[in-house]
């Protein structure tokens, strides 16, 4: 009998992860959406905060159900991942990052070491970051990862090249300016497709191959935050050039904008709205409208914070952001909260409190 019981202990621990989780996603949808815009900014920020101190796993498959194998063999979650998502959500509450990897292995420590370094904080590790990423990139640009050293992924410029610009200037350091040039450049030569100007997953730079689907929704949106995020640490010529790229990038987005000012994860295919990259596109639209005093794009932020509204569940939490991609053309089927949508929501919802 101690074995029939401890057996059913052991189900139910297992399966108990898979249908609570599903079931409170399911509870959360239950009359989701916002009218007060100030009363949804508020609960944005309590829900960040709560994520921030939980700081809940990200998980790195669709499986909803029997999910233990995974948990068990170290497939369900990657720290690389946790760190820098729970690091753009401390950037949209507290303005700062947490400690970072300065290796230059990964440039997932760039956004903290750029927040470091505008609060005064860490100095000596983020120029010992700028120093490896420099050293690693020589002449050339640098990859996502060292497992994947010919492969540049739309993601990791807005990752490098606002804090490669800052330093640059910071220091009088060419070396980091030219490299962060040498990023956007390249992909913008090699990764956009020449039709719809729409960046791709990625490239390998052996072949010039573009790599992933063309217009990935959270990819364009990195891709267009590394131009507007990048001007806003830069001054004189730079700036004006990335002021130009981002207005490029911006009219480019939203001819793939969808009726409710949201954008979704496949631009060119998908009609159903993604909050990752709305959010984020969003954010990027009130940067460049703000910076180039542009009336159109600071509208299409302002319906990007309705559509997003609409996205949020009653506690805050906003929810219908794709699932981590596992891979170069490997994408998630899952809608969920995430907090990088979070994160970029919660900065939109501030930078609009007026509007």
Known sequence: MKYILF????????????????????????????????????????????????????????QTRFTWPERIGGRWRSERVQAWQMNALNI??????????????SPEACPAALYALLQGQYEEAAAKLAENLLAKAGEGTLPYTPALPDVRFADSLQMLCPFLFYYGERMRDLRATDLALRQLEEFNRLGTELRTGLPFHALDTRNAAPLGICGWGRGAAFWFLAFAESAVVTTGDTREALLIKAQEAAEILLRYRLPDGAWSAALLTDTRPESSATAMIGYGMWLTG????????????????????????????????????????????LRRELPLAQAYALRLANALVHL
């Open 290 to 333: 703000a910076l180039c005093e542009i009336p159109e794009y600071m509208q299409a932020a302002v319906q990007a914070r309705s559509a997003l509204m609409a996205m949020t569940r009653k506690d805050g939490t906003v929810d219908f952001a794709q699932g981590d991609t596992r891979g170069i053309g490997v994408y998630s089927n």
């Open 92 to 105: 949209a509450l507290e303005g700062k990052a947490r400690e970072f990897d300065d290796s230059g292995n």
């Open 7 to 62: 057996a059913a202990i052991v189900i139910a621990v297992f399966f108990g992860f898979d249908i609570g989780s599903t079931f409170l996603r399911w509870l959360g949808r239950i009359h989701m959406g916002w009218k007060d815009r100030n009363a949804w900014r508020e609960a944005v920020e309590k829900s960040a905060r709560k994520q921030k101190a939980w700081s809940g796993t990200i998980p790195l498959t669709d």
